[in-house]
């Protein structure tokens, strides 16, 4: 029998830090959820253990607002929009927090550990976290047993030297993983995750899930087939349906976000999902890939979708030159299929939102002008879209090829976002198209969506974030319109 050495209860601070952009992000932190609630079911000394959680994402409060910081464990989530607040987030620890031990999680820190260390963590969880958590903190922060021995992490040693431990294999059951136990968030974030919105037209109260892990395709700008190896797990439909129960019950929700990397891989768990939500009176959304929506069989769950409340489907198109989309997507893609995604989502009655990018390496002004053809051909059956930047994300293709023509280097990540470095910078990596080119096209683009929404409800988008968030959805709003008059001479 192991014996437990530790005499009093640890304390445990988990930080989200602030994003580049300093715009409020009101989405559940699905890891710190899933972290939390695993320990919970399966911690051996979870009674003795109380977490605390700092979201700065919510712009409630930032670490220096906290007095005192007597933790024995702060851990940080990063996603690399995050890692220059993280680095900021350590150096201040190691200063008002000598004696706890930081570890770090998350994208960024699977994708570039050492870097993580290197600004003062202590101990990086690499790729899936929820056994590499539970493990530290009962083998070792408890039981005070060999970091060696514990999966998934790298750290240093004292000499300096910096240790991989063994691979963790992923969790083969997602079921095995508990519910979110929303207790673990504060009152004053649930109000903020389940808060009332305007978008699309409509008021919602939003709910949100992840009903799988990873993704089957490769495309170059997307980190997921580095964490996940391009291996997809999923929920069961029931467990997904009780999650579903419980927020429509607890908080009230209308909308239903569903954040899948693909959602609509698996056909006949979609089936089962829709026979329930027909008995509901949600509105929800999923991300779709076109490969999946364009088989024979998609056209009849198009239909039932549609009766299940599916509003609005997102779908990365990216390019709307074949070459280009090839290039970044796969052979796969193509814009007979793109079109024909589009026809079949816009004819059952469910809204498209439409992701674009800008800036790839080896993209020409033939290929900008076939992308913006492609976009106003399709201008009405497109409800809204997003045009991006190309960013070269660490761990990715397109990092490495950026990297190799010398277009970007590590400083630049401090200037990336989850919304795209445009929002952030003007900076493209890209040497083969001219940046004028770019950001003309994206605006035109942009202002085209733009103008085609009712003026009712602009304003009451607008008025809703900025009582969310004044400070950055003014700077948002200014930087835009003065980018906007700076190119305008194709968006007028």
């Not at 220096?64 to 607040?85: A, N």
């Not at 493990?135 to 910096?162: A, P």
């Not at 009849?300 to 997507?329: D, P, V, W, Y």
């Amino acid at each position: 029998m192991v014996k437990f050495v530790r005499e009093k209860p640890m304390k445990i601070l988990l930080i989200n830090p602030l994003n580049n952009t300093k715009i409020a992000y009101y989405d559940v932190h699905f890891a710190f959820g899933y972290l939390l609630s695993y320990y919970e079911k399966y911690g051996k000394y979870y009674k003795n253990v109380r977490f605390d959680i700092l979201d700065e994402c919510l712009n409630m409060k930032r670490l220096e607002d906290i007095d005192t910081l007597d933790y024995d464990i702060i851990g940080l989530s990063l996603t690399t929009p995050q890692f220059k607040r993280a680095r900021e987030i350590a150096k201040y620890l190691k200063i008002k927090a000598p004696k706890s031990t930081i570890i770090a999680g998350g994208v960024h820190s699977t994708l570039r550990p050492k870097e993580v260390l290197d600004i003062g963590v202590d101990i990086v969880c690499i790729e899936e976290a929820e056994e590499t958590f539970l493990e530290l903190t009962d083998t070792y922060f408890f039981e005070r047993n060999d970091l060696d021995k514990i999966k998934g992490i790298c750290f240093k040693r004292k000499s300096g030297e910096i240790v991989f431990t063994e691979k963790r294999e992923f969790i083969k059951d997602l079921d095995q993983i508990p519910h979110i136990n929303y207790n673990f968030f504060t009152k004053e974030m649930k109000k903020k995750y389940f808060r009332k919105t305007y978008d699309m037209g409509h008021f919602w109260r939003t709910g949100r899930i992840i009903t799988s892990r990873g993704c089957p395709y490769n495309c170059i700008f997307c980190s997921a087939n580095s964490i996940w190896h391009r291996k997809v797990r999923m929920y069961s439909a029931r467990h997904i349906i009780d999650d579903i129960k419980f927020l429509v019950e607890e908080y009230k929700i209308n909308f239903l976000g569903i954040f899948d990397d693909v959602f609509t891989l698996d056909e006949n768990r979609i089936y089962e999902l829709c026979k329930y939500l027909k008995t509901t009176n949600l509105s929800w959304s999923c991300n779709a890939r076109v490969e999946t929506v364009c088989r024979p069989s998609f056209r009849n769950l198009l239909k039932e979708m549609k009766e299940a409340g599916c509003f609005i489907m997102h779908f990365g198109f990216e390019s709307g030159s074949e070459r280009i989309m090839k290039f970044m997507k796969g052979e796969s893609s193509s814009l007979e299929s793109y079109q024909k995604a589009i026809d079949l989502v816009y004819k059952s009655g469910i809204k498209i939102h439409a992701f674009f990018m800008f800036g790839t390496q080896g993209e020409t002004v033939e290929d900008v002008e076939a992308t913006k053809k492609f976009v106003e051909k399709n201008l009405y059956k497109i409800y809204s879209a997003d045009f991006f930047i190309t960013t070269p994300f660490p761990g990715t293709v397109l990092w490495d090829i950026c990297k190799k023509n010398n277009l970007v280097s590590d400083k630049d990540v401090e200037k990336f976002s989850d919304l795209g470095v445009q929002y952030v910078t003007e900076k493209t990596y890209c040497d083969t198209v001219p940046k004028e080119v770019i950001h003309e096209t994206r605006y035109y683009l942009k202002n085209k969506f733009y103008s085609k929404k009712p003026l009712k409800e602009k304003v009451l988008w607008l008025l809703m974030r900025a009582i969310d968030s004044p400070a950055p959805t003014f700077r948002f709003v200014f930087n835009y319109y003065l980018r906007k008059i700076k190119y305008f001479r194709i968006s007028k």
